[in-house]
Nanobody, 114 residues
Framework: QVQLVESGGGLVQAGGSLGLSCTAS????????MGWYRQAPGKEREFVAQ???????YYTATVKGRFTISRDNAKNTVYLQMNSLKPEDTSIYYC????????WGQGTQVTVSS
């Protein structure tokens, strides 16, 4: 059974930093491109960043230069380091496989106050 468990969210002031983690199980993690997504209240879930099996990264324009995605294949974990946070980054953050998506986890809430 594929499972995704996100953690690390919280409340932070604008300009602050947070680090998110997502541990995956049920697939050979190291073979897959992993992604972070987010969903703000009343909006559709959107792509944030991804990291390939070889470590190539890609970011949506709104977070490029502020967020860093990384992975630890030995721990089946993907990370998202978020710096210079803005109120518009407030969302529930999720991870998933970029292709062949699994059922979404519960996500982790990130709230950025102005």
């Amino acid at each position: 059974q594929v499972q995704l468990v996100e953690s690390g969210g919280g409340l932070v002031q604008a300009g602050g930093s947070l680090g998110l983690s997502c541990t995956a199980s049920g697939r050979t993690f190291s073979r897959y491109t992993m992604g972070w997504y987010r969903q703000a209240p009343g909006k559709e879930r959107e792509f944030v960043a991804q990291i390939s099996a070889s470590g190539t990264t890609y970011y949506t324009a709104t977070v490029k230069g502020r967020f860093t995605i990384s992975r630890d294949n030995a721990k089946n974990t993907v990370y998202l380091q978020m710096n210079s946070l803005k109120p518009e980054d407030t969302s529930i953050y999720y991870c998933n496989y970029v292709s062949s998506k699994a059922d979404w986890g519960q996500g982790t809430q990130v709230t950025v106050s102005s």
